[in-house]
């Protein structure tokens, strides 16, 4: 009688160790879904950002073009007005600067 009983334990025993298996591979399944969501929505997040910072810096990066060449437009209408106003003196800041520039290049 014991082994009959003892059989009927196993039994018991193996169907709810193959029941609680069934239900771990389950919830592995649940968990491994849930992690792919969740780094999906990392991934996503980041790349959101990154093009965030890009575009933030192509921008920033325009208006400097931008400032630069407003900037070096005025400077040329001055160099242009003073050379109108006083062409002797641009023609002799000019020649000082071809002469200081050859004795340093001769050398």
Sequence with gaps: MKDAK???????????????LKE?????R???DQMGRVGKVSAHEAKT?????VRHGKEA??????????YWSGLEG???????????????????AGVALGFILRR
Aim: glycine share 2%.
């Design 30 to 32: 649940e968990l491994v």
């Design 24 to 28: 771990l591979r389950r919830e592995f």
């Design 6 to 20: 003892e059989a009927v334990q196993e039994e018991t025993d193996t169907a709810a160790l193959s029941a609680e």
């Design 61 to 70: 990066s325009e208006h400097l073009v931008e400032e630069v060449a407003d």
């Design 49 to 53: 950002a990154a093009k965030s910072t």
């Design 78 to 96: 001055k160099v242009v007005k003073e050379t109108r106003e006083s062409p002797w003196k641009a023609l002799g800041i000019a020649a000082a």
